[in-house]
T-cell receptor, first 116, second 110 residues
């Protein structure tokens, strides 16, 4: 089945540690995204990538880093510089908008990070 | 910049009640509009979409009409079910990014 796989589903981290969240897609989508979800704040864009080896900062990129070495993979590292990392993290992918599609996002099931 | 405003929540309804969730937007150009739904503990799923003015998106009994004159995309359902309990997000796409509203939690009582 085609889709987006995020792992791990739950992750605990001690303060001062970096952690990496995995996101893999087999939909052959060019664009991939990372969002952070907090109660009452909706989804906020962290980073996005429209093509391999290229990515752009979103609205809340500070304290995060990403890489896009392969089309199907877009891992997110939450660094120790992120002051409040406890949140639900969602990865998504899409095709480019065009005549045959509107570029809607397809989401993974999310990873919940808790800092102890 | 682009923005989406959703009505404040949460919303609690009895089963078979009529549902309206308001959504208005600000965007340059001609955005595509979406409603996404998030069930507990899961990611978001596309519920419906509309790509141009006066288009009506529909799915699972939900409907929303793209109103350019009022910059709105309100979500409606004539008779909600307990299984509709979820968080609903309105979103727009005007360039390479999708901009989301804050979401609203719907709870449906039996």
């Amino acid at each position: 089945d085609g889709g987006i796989t995020q792992s791990p589903k739950y992750l605990f981290r001690k303060e001062g540690q970096n952690v990496t969240l995995s996101c893999e897609q087999n939909l052959n989508h060019d664009a991939m995204y990372w969002y952070r979800q907090d109660p009452g704040q909706g989804l906020r864009l962290i980073y996005y990538s429209q093509i391999v080896n290229d990515f752009q900062k979103g609205d809340i990129a500070e304290g995060y880093s990403v890489s896009r070495e392969k089309k199907e993979s877009f891992p997110l590292t939450v660094t120790s510089a992120q002051k409040n990392p406890t949140a639900f993290y969602l990865c998504a992918s899409s095709r480019y908008p065009g005549e045959s599609n509107t570029g809607e996002l397809f989401f993974g099931e999310g990873s919940r990070l808790t800092v102890l | 910049g682009d923005s989406v405003t959703q009505m404040e929540g949460p919303v609690t309804l009895s089963e078979e009640a009529f549902l309206t969730i308001n959504c208005t937007y600000t965007a340059t150009g001609y955005p595509s509009l979406f409603w996404y739904v998030q069930y507990p503990g899961e990611g978001l799923q596309l519920l419906l979409k509309a790509t141009k003015a006066d288009d009506k998106g529909s799915n699972k009994g939900f409907e929303a009409t793209y109103r350019k004159e009022t910059t709105s995309f309100h979500l409606e359902k004539g008779s909600v079910q307990v299984s509709d309990s979820a968080v609903y997000f309105c979103a727009l796409r005007a360039n390479s990014k999708l901009t989301f509203g804050k979401g609203i939690t719907l709870s449906v009582r039996p």
